[in-house]
């Protein structure tokens, strides 16, 4: 299993966070989505993060260049995982409970919670506090390969079932994704790699861990 650790930022609040993350990361190196766990395009995207927390928030900003592009939703809890998205699934406890975030390239956002098979939508009131900021505007490129970036607060009152104040020190479970169900070429891509023999990210067992400097 991947283990990642990830920075505290000291000195940022998510209130006064700029929305663009560039100069947040610039000099920590972005990891990649490796894991191609369902190969089936020929051209695969190429995907970066970058992850970090600060007093009352997670910061995580996504760099995808690919070959193929659409983000046509644009309601909150819209099935974006069809669109060019990008997600990052967490769980704090030892059992299969999760949230999951998932991102299309304009920003927009399905967000929820639970175990495999009984999960439920935050509300569109709780999901409207993470603050977005998404280099592209378009709903189809025109020019390929098309290359966009996310920048994303988390504060940490989204994690509505736990009670955090702080995130230093704390070990937990995730992943991060790539995906496009109904592109061209549909692909996904994954941080920590998953065994399984159908497109599935809800599987908890396959999560890497987060370790929270």
Same mark, same amino acid.
């Given at each position: 299993? &991947?283990?990642?650790?990830?920075?505290?930022?000291?000195?940022?609040?998510?209130?006064?966070?700029?929305?663009?993350?560039?100069?947040? @990361?610039?000099?920590?190196?972005?990891?990649?989505?490796?894991?191609?766990?369902?190969? =089936?395009?020929?051209?695969?995207?190429?995907?970066?993060?970058?992850?970090?927390?600060?007093?009352?928030?997670?910061?995580?900003?996504?760099?995808?260049?690919?070959?193929?592009?659409?983000?046509?939703?644009?309601?909150?809890?819209?099935?974006?995982?069809?669109?060019?998205?990008?997600? @990052?699934?967490?769980?704090?406890?030892?059992?299969?409970?999760?949230?999951? @975030?998932?991102?299309?390239?304009?920003?927009?956002?399905?967000?929820?919670?639970?175990?495999?098979?009984?999960?439920?939508?935050?509300?569109? =009131?709780?999901?409207?506090?993470?603050?977005?900021?998404?280099? &592209?505007?378009?709903?189809?490129?025109?020019?390929?390969?098309?290359?966009?970036?996310?920048?994303?607060?988390?504060?940490? &009152?989204?994690?509505?079932?736990?009670?955090?104040?702080?995130?230093?020190?704390?070990?937990?479970?995730?992943?991060?994704?790539?995906?496009?169900?109904?592109?061209?070429?549909?692909?996904?891509?994954?941080?920590?790699?998953?065994? =399984?023999?159908?497109?599935?990210?809800?599987?908890?067992?396959?999560?890497?861990?987060?370790?929270?400097?």
């Amino acid at each position: 299993m &991947n283990v990642l650790r990830v920075p505290y930022l000291p000195g940022i609040r998510y209130g006064d966070a700029a929305l663009d993350l560039t100069d947040l @990361f610039s000099n920590i190196k972005p990891d990649k989505l490796t894991y191609e766990p369902w190969p =089936s395009a020929i051209d695969r995207p190429e995907v970066g993060f970058n992850i970090g927390h600060g007093n009352d928030a997670l910061y995580l900003k996504f760099y995808v260049k690919e070959n193929h592009f659409r983000a046509t939703y644009q309601q909150t809890n819209d099935p974006v995982y069809k669109d060019s998205c990008v997600e @990052f699934f967490i769980g704090f406890d030892e059992d299969n409970t999760y949230y999951n @975030f998932e991102f299309n390239a304009i920003g927009t956002t399905l967000v929820g919670y639970g175990s495999p098979g009984n999960r439920e939508h935050l509300s569109v =009131s709780l999901i409207q506090n993470i603050k977005r900021f998404a280099s &592209n505007k378009t709903v189809q490129g025109d020019s390929l390969p098309f290359e966009w970036e996310l920048s994303l607060s988390i504060p940490f &009152n989204l994690f509505y079932k736990h009670s955090i104040s702080t995130l230093k020190g704390t070990t937990c479970r995730a992943n991060f994704y790539k995906c496009g169900d109904e592109l061209p070429e549909p692909h996904f891509l994954s941080w920590n790699n998953i065994i =399984s023999d159908k497109p599935n990210f809800h599987l908890p067992q396959y999560f890497g861990t987060l370790q929270f400097q």
